[in-house]
């Protein structure tokens, strides 16, 4: 019974001395990022019958456990991409208030008021030469704002393409992590399973890790029998499975004609729910679907009033006269419908059958005679930008028409000058002949190269269309602008807004943006805030709770030695009796 005392003694000795390993191993971890608090659980050694009574045989350590709520893992690696996808939006739109100004001041809406308030001196004054020196310098400004606006959105989209890239070997090096820390675990607890033997800070360190990737995307985890994990992202995409890992890549360019898809690497297949959450989808989002509509919001605007004032200034004639012109935008295909889409000319389907009338005069401004003018006709779906320069050549008199090698149509009057009136067929609007704007979207938009180089030829008037003359007083042009200002129009099949109300919805559109990232990343930030202080909490480690545990198993390493010490005591005694 003596050495059965012993024997006992001993292994709680051993077994204190581990649990307050444990202790030891929790207290320096304290902060570890990702750990859990682990248990050495104890359990009685198996009785041993003498006679007819059963001996306790002492202690064992059965397992060291960890402290893991799995719902609250869970919860935050559901919180992990919404956390992070609305504060990368947060940042993205936080970081181009510049662009948008002051609404009062600085902003689109006031160059466009400026704009159209220097477009109603004009139509007051169409005589005065300082007004149009005014219109030019509004008009400069105006597209300048909106133009400076388009590029630089443009580049906060590179910027944010760049950062895809950034977020995607981060998420990558997470996914290698996350694989070979599946091999390691396999390899470490080999084929059991439950508690006993389980890699415990091996599991804390994968399962930080994954909480890690959650930020840049999310991603689903089904853990094995044997203690593996699987990872795939929301729409099902493996990712890595025991040791195999997927990583993810750039692909061809995507839907939006811009930017390169993502796709799992050594595949063409593109990944789908990339966009739902995280910084890979915060960034897509900001990317795509803010910028990028802001960008088609500017590129409407600019559509819009271009094509509006165009149509204005070139069926109307300024105080200068002009005998050699060049259209603003080309064609792709000179022998081809000028209102084909092929056209790459985002008026060309506002062109209609119906004609417009050139005019000649001589170098005095009297029209030619005895003819001095003459119709165009022009007929949707077949009139090419070559048949419409012949047409011209061949009823306009003293006047050669041309297309250049980039599709635009070339007129030369000699000596005398040209003008244009009552055109029907949106053609000259279309393709900027005799226009105040020149291009094709926002970044493009400026004032005409003509009327840059003579304000003159900006249109306060419009040719008398039964004398061919031209009274300097006339305002219908000028007067036709001013009405833009609050006339709804649409020329990409939306409803039909106010240039005015465009600008406004802009600048709505952006600021409701940034309200709701804000909102929304404050709430998630504040929900997992609360999730990390219920896992440390439930997982965390309490300096002062290990040491009560530490004094509790000293003193049973104490008291088992105190026993080991009477034990040998009475050994001793026994032996004196033999001697």
């Not at 900006?458 to 006339?474: P, R, Y």
Request: hydrophobic residues 40%; aromatic residues 4%; charged residues 15%.
């Amino acid at each position: 019974m003596i050495f059965s005392a012993l024997n006992v003694a001993a292994s709680s000795l051993k077994t204190q001395q581990k649990a307050i390993d444990v202790v030891s191993h929790n207290i320096a971890n304290v902060n570890t990022p990702g750990y859990s608090r682990q248990k050495a659980e104890l359990g009685a050694l198996s009785a041993e019958q003498l006679g007819a009574f059963d001996f306790g045989r002492g202690v064992e350590l059965g397992s060291i456990s960890r402290s893991v709520d799995q719902v609250v893992n869970q919860a935050l690696l559901s919180n992990g991409p919404q956390q992070n996808y609305w504060q990368e939006l947060k940042t993205g739109l936080t970081s181009i208030e510049n662009v948008f100004g002051s609404l009062q001041s600085t902003g689109l809406a006031a160059a466009m008021d400026d704009f159209f308030f220097a477009t109603q001196q004009m139509a007051n004054a169409p005589e005065d030469a300082a007004q149009k020196f005014n219109m030019r310098t509004k008009s400069t400004a105006l597209t300048t704002q909106i133009s400076s606006m388009s590029n630089q959105l443009q580049g906060v989209q590179q910027a944010a393409d760049a950062n895809i890239d950034q977020h995607l070997v981060s998420a990558n090096n997470l996914l290698t992590t996350i694989g070979s820390l599946n091999v390691q675990i396999r390899q470490h607890e080999g084929t059991s399973q439950g508690l006993i033997g389980a890699a415990n800070d091996l599991r804390d360190q994968r399962d930080q890790a994954v909480r890690d990737l959650s930020a840049f995307m999310p991603v689903q985890d089904v853990r094995t029998a044997t203690g593996g994990l699987l990872l795939q992202t929301v729409s099902g995409d493996l990712l890595v499975q025991d040791g195999e890992v997927r990583q993810l890549a750039r692909g061809a360019v995507g839907a939006n004609g811009n930017f390169q898809s993502i796709v799992i690497a050594g595949t063409n297949t593109a990944v789908s729910g990339l966009d739902k959450g995280g910084k890979i989808g915060g960034s897509i989002a900001l990317r795509d679907d803010r910028v990028g509509g802001y960008i088609k919001d500017l590129d409407n605007i600019a559509v819009n009033l271009s094509f509006a004032i165009n149509q204005a200034n070139a069926s109307g004639v300024g105080s200068s006269r002009v005998s050699q012109l060049q259209s603003g935008l080309g064609v792709a295909n000179s022998a081809l419908s000028v209102s084909d889409a092929a056209q790459n000319n985002p008026f060309a389907g506002q062109i209609q059958s119906g004609s417009f009338t050139v005019h000649v005069f001589d170098a005095a401004g009297v029209p030619l005679t005895p003819v001095s003018k003459a119709t165009i006709n022009i007929t949707a779906g077949v009139s090419s930008m070559a048949s419409i320069a012949a047409d011209i050549n061949a009823n306009v008199p003293g006047v050669t028409a041309s297309v250049d090698v980039s599709g635009k149509l070339l007129m030369n009057a000699g000596a005398n000058t040209v003008g244009f009136s009552d055109d029907s067929s949106n053609f000259l609007a279309a393709y900027q002949v005799n226009s105040l704007f020149q291009g094709s979207s926002a970044a493009s938009l400026k004032v005409s190269d003509a009327v840059q180089a003579d304000a003159g030829l900006i249109s306060t008037g419009q040719i008398n269309l039964t004398t061919s003359g031209i009274n300097m007083g006339d305002n219908r042009a000028a007067l036709l602008m001013v009405d833009l200002q609050n006339k709804p129009a649409s020329l990409d099949g939306a409803t039909a807004v106010t240039l005015s109300g465009r600008t406004s919805l802009l600048s709505t559109k952006y600021g409701n943006d940034v309200a709701l990232a804000s909102q929304q990343q404050s709430f998630f930030q504040a929900e997992a805030s609360s999730l990390n202080q219920q896992r440390q909490a439930f997982s965390g480690v309490n300096v002062d709770e290990e040491l009560v545990s530490m004094i509790k198993f000293q003193r049973a390493y104490e008291a088992s030695a105190k026993v080991i010490q009477t034990t040998n005591q009475m050994l001793d005694s026994l032996m004196g009796l033999i001697r």
